[in-house]
């Protein structure tokens, strides 16, 4: 099983008019669990979206594109830490954030890994990193409600730290068609 196999048609349209519309942004959460080894369940989108006033006038772009109109007062919100926007707002397949616990986006973007997937690039979280803001994730006392997942996610992750760490796991692909 792939780790992006199991995406929505809804997350697809997503990841395809991120890449269209050039927004900077890094798949986390779930995804890059399952893209970095480790095949958990996952049913939303993380995305990492990095807050400069152009990207998130692209994000901006993009979401139109999707069919969904972001007031003044979104688009101000997504220029700020600590913030997140789901989409769709009746059925949420998709979590923005605009910060992560541990990890800055300069950082995640400098050290991201590329995923070519039906035609488009997906930009996805190191294991290194994803590892640094699991265990941040863990140990921060407001984030008790997925702290179990984390755990989990956090023990698969570092079975494998004998690799080199920006590579998949094996039996993962980094190239899906």
Same mark, same amino acid.
């Given at each position: 099983?792939? $780790?992006?196999?199991? &995406? %929505?048609q @809804?997350?697809? /349209?997503?990841? =395809? ?40 006038d692209?994000?901006?772009? $993009?979401?139109?594109? &999707? %069919?969904? @109109?972001?007031? /003044?007062?979104? =688009? ?17 397949d ?41 265990k ?29 760490d ?12």
């Amino acid at each position: 099983m792939e $780790a992006f196999a199991i &995406l %929505r048609q @809804t997350q697809q /349209e997503f990841l =395809r008019q991120f890449f269209e519309h050039a927004v900077a942004y890094v798949v986390v959460g779930g995804y890059a669990v399952r893209y970095h080894g480790c095949l958990r369940p996952t049913d939303d989108l993380d995305v990492f979206v990095d807050r400069s006033p152009e990207n998130i006038d692209r994000f901006c772009k $993009a979401m139109t594109a &999707l %069919r969904t @109109t972001l007031t /003044e007062s979104h =688009r101000l919100d997504l220029l700020k830490p600590c913030k997140k926007l789901v989409w769709p707002d009746h059925d949420p397949d998709v979590e923005c954030l605009t910060s992560m616990e541990g990890v800055e986006f300069p950082d995640v973007w400098q050290t991201r890994l590329e995923l070519s997937y039906q035609g488009i690039i997906i930009p996805i979280i190191s294991r290194e990193l994803l590892i640094q803001s699991k265990k941040a994730a863990i140990s921060d006392p407001d984030h008790l409600e997925k702290k179990t997942t984390d755990e989990q996610d956090l023990h698969q992750l570092t079975r494998f730290r004998g690799l080199a760490d920006n590579s998949p796991i094996p039996g993962s692909t980094s190239d899906i068609e």
